[in-house]
């Protein structure tokens, strides 16, 4: 199986910081990853698709990047409504696979 | 517009089978490429891939359950089924259903989650 192993596991930030989560996959997927928010007592909400495509309605601020095993998500002005939890997932084969999810809340 | 949504009890007892349903709008499973996924994710835990079924009836299953779990498909309901056998506590969790378009395997929209919590 692949591991997906994310960083940091929490981080607090500010309205208006960069942010950026990164993703090791335990080996090489391509550019087979999905990044997705959730809050809390909701279901998760698709991002990015293949490593850097945002997904249809989702703010530019966000942005995907990286291939074979690093991956990372950037968020590159954080706003009020960004401050959840953020996965990623690899597709690249069978069994489908998560991070353990890096968590952004209020300094 | 694709909507999902899942539906089953909310407490099961040890041993029991845990049966769910997604019941789905906005496509069709009989569209080729298509799929829907189950995700799980324990309280405060990260989320787990259970299963998927697409369109052509091919069906994949997680390791950890896949001796428990089955997945099946009504394309005429638009309903896909989650059975999960010998429910034991650790698998109090949320339950999730999503869609999968065609040509990709990652989950574009889900469902809005059911909460199962196992105890006797």
């Known amino acids: 199986d692949i591991q997906m192993t994310q960083s940091p596991s929490s981080l607090s930030a500010s309205v208006g910081d960069r942010v950026t989560i990164t993703c090791r996959a335990s080996q090489d997927i391509s550019n087979w990853v999905a990044w997705y928010q959730q809050k809390p007592e909701k279901a998760p909400k698709s991002l990015i698709y293949a490593a850097s495509s945002l997904q249809s309605g989702v703010p530019s601020r966000f942005s995907g990047s990286g291939s074979g095993t690093e991956f990372a998500l950037t968020i590159s002005s954080l706003q009020p409504e960004d401050f959840a939890t953020y996965y990623c997932?690899?597709?690249?084969?069978?069994?489908?696979?998560f991070g353990g999810g890096t968590t952004v809340d209020i300094k | 517009q694709i909507t999902l949504k899942e539906s089953g009890p909310t407490l099961v007892k040890p041993t029991q089978t845990l049966t769910l349903t997604c019941t789905f709008s906005g496509f069709s499973l009989s569209t080729r490429g298509v799929g829907v996924g189950w995700i799980r994710q324990p309280p405060g835990k990260a989320l787990e891939w259970l299963a998927l079924i697409y369109w052509n009836d091919d069906k994949r299953y997680g390791p950890s359950l896949k001796s428990r779990v089955t997945v099946t498909k009504d394309t005429s309901r638009n309903r896909v089924v989650l059975a999960l056998t010998n429910m034991g506590p650790l698998d109090t969790a949320t339950y999730y259903c999503?869609?999968?378009?065609?040509?990709?395997?990652?989950?574009?929209?889900w469902g809005q989650g059911t909460k199962v919590t196992v105890s006797s």
């Open positions: 997932q690899q597709y690249n084969s069978y069994p489908l696979t």
């Open positions: 999503a869609h999968i378009p065609t040509g990709d395997i990652a989950f574009d929209l």
